[in-house]
């Protein structure tokens, strides 16, 4: 039923159009920054055309993949095959990854785990459930997302932003964790609810089609922090602090 109500948000989106908020200010890119949107689970490619049109007339041409975010590290490597394909077809260009939700998880895994941060310039996760969520556990997609297990264990030993890739980590004022790194990170939250959507708790699934994610989106294209970089030392962040009121144990 979620996925037919954001279906039902990016016809509208579509059809009337979201307009951005700062577009009249964008300045033209000094330079091409190719964008690809990994997106959140079992949400296919159609719910983050909007955002793709919109990021794309602002200068950051972006395709969306089509991953149903279910085996993360089988899709991080379809991400960095994506990346190669981009290098290859636009040598010199930078490359951006976009994660929604668990998109970001496996971006980041791609970037941590195989290498990733010394093709990808910039990332930015918007809802990505960073130390694992409570969702996942006990669940046939991505168990391995659950709090604590060897796959989040890995992902989170050491520095978590590894590279000279800038990394952005964006909220919903209703989400179940924060998305925080360690190392350092522009940490953008909480983005207030979208007036023009349904006001029904749910800003994490409306997340791809609020045009307040779209603009921080392109503040961080720009290499712009429109929150507050932080710079968190290695062993600090956990599951439980990540976790905001509300979220339940795993």
């Not at 037919?4 to 200010?25: D, E, H, Q, T």
């Not at 040598?91 to 290498?115: N, Q, T």
């Not at 556990?137 to 997302?145: D, F, I, L, T």
């Amino acid at each position: 039923m979620l996925k037919r109500l954001l279906l039902a948000l990016v016809c509208a989106a579509v059809a009337l159009g979201l307009p951005s908020l700062v577009a009249s200010a964008d300045a033209a890119p000094a330079h091409t920054t190719r964008v690809i949107i990994v997106p959140g689970q079992y949400l296919g490619a159609l719910p983050y055309q909007p955002m793709a049109q919109n990021l794309t007339s602002r200068g950051y041409p972006t395709t969306v993949l089509d991953l149903p975010g279910v085996a993360m590290k089988k899709e991080a490597g379809q991400i960095g095959a994506a990346v190669d394909k981009i290098r290859r077809e636009h040598p010199g260009d930078r490359i951006a990854l976009v994660g929604h939700s668990i998109g970001g998880v496996s971006a980041r895994w791609y970037l941590k785990e195989m290498g990733g941060h010394e093709k990808v310039a910039t990332y930015l996760a918007f809802g990505s459930p960073q130390y694992g969520s409570p969702g996942a556990c006990g669940q046939q997609g991505a168990p391995e997302v659950c709090p604590n297990t060897t796959f989040m264990k890995t992902l989170n030993k050491g520095d978590d932003t590894p590279g000279k890739t800038s990394y952005h980590g964006v909220r919903s004022a209703r989400e179940w964790v924060d998305g925080n790194l360690d190392g350092g990170q522009c940490r953008v939250s909480p983005i207030p609810a979208n007036e023009a959507l349904p006001a029904l708790g749910l800003e994490h699934t409306f997340e791809p089609v609020d045009p307040k994610i779209w603009d921080v989106t392109v503040a961080a294209l720009q290499g712009r922090c429109v929150g507050r970089f932080v710079t968190e030392p290695d062993g600090v962040l956990t599951y439980k602090k990540s976790a905001l009121p509300g979220n339940p144990a795993p």
